[in-house]
């Protein structure tokens, strides 16, 4: 649809929201929705069906059309970006399936981290991890793998929709805009620090995702490894990546 008939259809829906325009709008919006769950399946691998979180995005769209006010200084797609991404957490957070072992497992890599950086002074990589935690490394990637889940679970750092946002992008504090926290400058340095701490695979599947906008399949075509393994490496990238981002991170998983 284009520009002109989409803005078309929001006047109509506004002036006279039946089901059937809201139904328009909802086939019109749905590639938005498996956009966002695309993304968020990067951090859970095949921990959550796909089409479950597209499932639980799509209550987010509806939310997100009836609650759009086309006067707003802000684009469909970037609030309704914010709405699809709050469903999906909450109902991942509300079946609260995480067991008590993958929890322990969470505090242990971290306090191996944590460890031998002080240890050593440098960041720790895969090797130095499962000597630290006393297991082998495909034990290591295991547990990596089943804490996709903790990592999704625990977004609310990048989460910033709130029970009610303000349509306002441009006059909404709650929203600040990056360039009013930290100078282009500061972040393109952040970013490149961020960059470095990564292997040579890592660096290239954040590239490739982020800046390339290529698919899973595609990567693992590219780098000749399985998708798991690219959602490994995917993984363990924004975990370093994060360390040196901090907040700053929602440029990259929100863009």
């Given amino acids: 649809m284009k520009a002109i008939e989409k803005e078309k259809l929001w006047?109509?829906?506004?002036?006279?929201?039946?089901?059937?325009?809201?139904?328009?709008?909802?086939?019109?919006?749905?590639?938005?929705?498996?956009?966002?769950?695309?993304?968020?399946?990067?951090?859970?691998?095949?921990?959550?069906?796909?089409?479950?979180?597209?499932?639980?995005?799509?209550?987010?769209?509806?939310?997100?059309?009836?609650?759009?006010?086309?006067?707003?200084?802000?684009?469909?797609?970037?609030?309704a970006s914010l709405r699809i991404r709050g469903a999906i957490l909450d109902q991942i957070r509300k079946m609260d399936w995480i067991p008590r072992t993958v929890r322990q497992r969470q505090r242990k890599i971290d306090e191996a981290i944590k460890n031998i950086e002080l240890r050593t002074g440098k960041t720790a990589n895969d090797a130095d991890l499962a000597k630290e935690l006393s297991i082998s490394e495909d034990e290591l990637c295991s547990w990596q793998s089943q804490l996709k889940v903790t990592n999704v679970v625990s977004l609310d750092e990048f989460d910033e929709s709130g029970p009610e946002p303000v349509m306002d992008a441009a006059h909404n504090?709650?929203?600040?805009?990056?360039?009013?926290?930290?100078?282009?400058?500061?972040?393109?340095?952040?970013?490149?620090?961020?960059?470095?701490?990564?292997?040579?695979?890592?660096?290239?599947?954040?590239e490739l995702y982020y800046y390339e906008d290529l698919t899973l399949k595609e990567i693992s075509n590219i780098l000749e490894v399985s998708e798991s393994r690219v959602s490994q490496l995917h993984?363990?990238?924004?975990i370093k990546m994060r360390k040196v981002m901090g907040p700053y991170m929602n440029i990259l998983t929100n863009a």
Avoid at 11 to 21: D, G, H, R, S, V
Avoid at 180 to 197: P, R, Y
């Fill in 235 to 238: 993984t363990k990238g924004l």
């Fill in 173 to 206: 504090s709650h929203y600040a805009q990056p360039e009013e926290i930290v100078t282009q400058e500061e972040l393109k340095t952040m970013l490149v620090k961020s960059l470095d701490n990564l292997t040579e695979k890592e660096r290239r599947v954040i």
């Fill in 11 to 79: 006047e109509e829906y506004q002036k006279n929201p039946t089901p059937k325009l809201r139904e328009q709008l909802i086939i019109e919006y749905a590639q938005l929705v498996r956009l966002v769950a695309g993304r968020l399946s990067m951090y859970l691998g095949h921990n959550v069906e796909y089409d479950d979180l597209v499932s639980y995005g799509i209550f987010g769209l509806i939310d997100a059309i009836d609650k759009f006010n086309l006067e707003k200084n802000v684009k469909f797609e970037t609030y």
